[in-house]
């Protein structure tokens, strides 16, 4: 009896842990590096096709600092904060960018970049508002 309790309250925690974030990610991807820090996050690749979701902290109000560039293929990035998805910027192949934007306030933001097919040789650097 106590075995089926057990396993009762373990899968009933399981599924509500399920549902906690609010994007996922989803991709391929050859020669994929990615990090993702409390303030910062960070995705290179040779070949990315599909969505890639940071969760980072902002401590405090301010902009989004990010930088980009890709040689091929084309890509927006969009921020969610307080669950409006809104976008960041878009890029296409040979563009490199470096800039900031995006007001956020002190709490958890979503940084999605999704690509409209495959993406060649790219790197994208973000860093949450301080």
Do not use: W
Request: charged share 20%; proline share 0%; aromatic share 14%.
């Amino acid at each position: 009896m106590k075995k089926i309790a057990v396993l009762l309250v373990s899968t009933l925690l399981l599924m509500s842990l399920n549902g906690c974030g609010n994007y996922s990610s989803s991709y391929k991807a050859v020669a994929f590096v990615h990090s993702n820090d409390s303030d910062s996050a960070f995705m290179s690749f040779y070949s990315f096709e599909g969505r890639m979701v940071f969760k980072l902290k902002s401590s405090a109000e301010g902009d989004l600092k990010y930088t980009a560039r890709l040689e091929s293929g084309s890509a927006a990035v969009y921020y969610d904060i307080y669950g409006t998805k809104q976008e960041l910027f878009s890029i296409s192949g040979g563009e490199e960018i470096d800039s900031h934007g995006g007001y956020v306030e002190a709490g958890t933001v979503y940084i999605i970049v999704e690509t409209d097919g495959a993406c060649q040789n790219g790197e994208f650097r973000f860093s949450a508002g301080k």
